[in-house]
């Protein structure tokens, strides 16, 4: 006989080996600016909501919230996240979920630090750093819009879980260390920046449930140069006093990014060689004793980027916990930055609207055009056709290695050069639906045209 104690206890662990064999997925809720419902509420009221999907789709956007009259008046997205699956879907008893609301704050919430010591009439003071509240409404939709070949974004967020982990467990910090820096090098244009502050987005949201809130400071490393010969050190000391104050607040969150960190971390081995003036030495000393104070604090990141991580002294690149390499994007990356520029220009009426192929399905059409057999169904001819000719195209921009800014930039430049801004009918209000912006065929050929121009320039380059 079993008695009931022993029974629920049963039950329990049952439950911990089904949450153990549960995928963990983030559904993220965003507010209207305007909304003043309580986010547990909203969090409850979600939950009902999601439970009646029989499955869910990973990532996806999910609709019909709007017929709950509870979510109707503050919700403004709700978003099933990237998640490590394999599956595209999952049915509910396959996931663990966990629901983030947030209410994003508006962009121009901006605070800045003087690198000045207070005086009014210094004319050539620049700003050392600016802080922003996060998540922020100008950050929306970066995460999503970055798109790496081998889930780079994933290993970033698995890294801040880990360090996670090991602070609630109070792993003791003289055996098991990090350092709570992130180093991403690459080339220019490769999204390292934009990386930086969408990761920061990211945890501010996902970390809500522990930080009542979140800031960014990004830190302008050229301005902690000072024109006063020896001041540098100071200033970066009196930056850094200021982010202690900030991390003090122990509910708060705070990611810090030091961009082109090279231009401060370079001079060391200069000034060790004598090819340097000392204020080098002094700011990366400055530098490398502030990052160690810091790495005590559980609520601090910091992030930095670089495109000459060779530049760096070897002091800070050994302080990094992950070192990334952010290469030029691929061709299957390229395929799809290149897709959702089209899909953006579709979406706002410039080009005519056509369903273009995901990678997965433009990978079929090639394979099935590779070996010669044509089993495509009717009505599939032109998004298949729109497909192939947008991957030749990312073949086109991988030869010439062009980078993501390159990329985002090439409509504009089709536009422009190409197609001739006379020459399309932009749907304003009155126009007809069918006389909605210029045939995508217009397009991929000012595309085209857009790259092989690329490429004739980077030659005079050389
Ligand atoms: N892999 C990518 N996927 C999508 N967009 C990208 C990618 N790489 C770059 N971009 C786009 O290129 C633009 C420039 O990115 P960003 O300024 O973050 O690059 P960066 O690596 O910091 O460049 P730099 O080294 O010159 O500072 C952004 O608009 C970004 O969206
Ligand atoms: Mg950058």
């Not at 003090?248 to 003036?277: C, K, N, Y």
């Amino acid at each position: 006989m079993v008695s009931s104690e022993t029974q629920t206890q049963l039950q329990q662990s049952e439950d911990k080996i089904k949450d153990l064999h549960r995928w963990t997925v983030h559904v993220e809720v965003r507010l209207k600016t305007r909304a003043s419902a309580r986010f547990d509420t909203v969090r409850n009221h979600v939950h009902t909501f999601i439970e009646s999907f029989g499955r869910l789709f990973l990532p996806s956007t999910l609709d019909g919230w709007e017929e709950v009259p509870e979510l109707a008046s503050s919700v403004e997205m709700i978003t099933v996240c990237e998640s490590p699956c394999p599956e595209s879907s999952l049915s509910m008893d396959e996931m663990n979920i966990q629901i983030h609301v947030y209410k994003p704050s508006d962009g121009d919430a901006f605070e800045e630090f003087s690198n000045s010591s207070g005086n009014l009439n210094d004319a050539d003071d620049t700003m050392a750093a600016s802080l922003c509240e996060l998540p922020n409404r100008s950050h929306e939709g970066l995460w999503d819009s970055l798109i790496y070949a081998d889930d780079i974004k994933m290993k970033l967020l698995d890294y801040i879980h880990a360090t996670i982990v090991f602070s609630d467990a109070n792993v003791d910090f003289n055996l098991v260390s990090w350092n709570r820096v992130v180093l991403l090098h690459g080339p220019p244009g490769t999204g390292k920046t934009s990386l930086c502050r969408a990761l920061a987005q990211k945890l501010a949201i996902r970390l809500s449930h522990r930080y009542s809130n979140a800031r960014l400071l990004e830190i302008n490393s050229h301005s902690l140069f000072s024109k006063w010969f020896s001041e540098s050190g100071k200033l970066v000391q009196r930056l850094f006093t200021s982010i202690t104050e900030l991390v003090e607040e122990e509910d708060g969150f705070v990611v810090v990014l030091i961009d082109e960190v090279e231009s401060l971390t370079a001079a060391r081995a200069g000034a060790m060689a004598g090819t340097e003036p000392s204020d080098g030495l002094r700011v990366v000393n400055a530098l490398l004793t502030q990052l160690d104070k810091l790495k005590q604090r559980k609520n601090v990141l910091i992030m930095a980027t670089s495109n000459l991580v060779k530049a760096i002294d070897s002091a800070f690149v050994d302080r990094a916990d992950i070192l990334q390499y952010i290469d030029l994007p691929s061709r299957e990356a390229i395929y799809e930055i290149l897709r959702s520029c089209l899909c953006e220009i579709m979406k706002k009426g410039i080009v005519a609207s056509v369903s273009v192929p995901t990678l997965k399905q433009v990978q079929m059409y090639e394979i099935v055009k590779s070996t010669g057999r044509s089993d495509i169904s009717e009505g599939q001819d032109k998004p298949r056709n729109v497909g192939l000719r947008l991957l030749a195209l990312a073949s086109a921009c991988r030869a010439q290695g062009m980078s993501g800014r390159a990329l985002r930039r090439l409509p504009v430049l089709a536009l422009a050069r190409n197609i001739g801004i006379g020459n399309i009918n932009i749907g304003g209000p009155t126009s007809s639906k069918e006389n909605q912006g210029a045939s995508v065929e217009v397009w991929l050929d000012g595309m085209e045209k857009a790259v092989k121009d690329h490429a004739k320039e980077s030659e005079k380059l050389i």
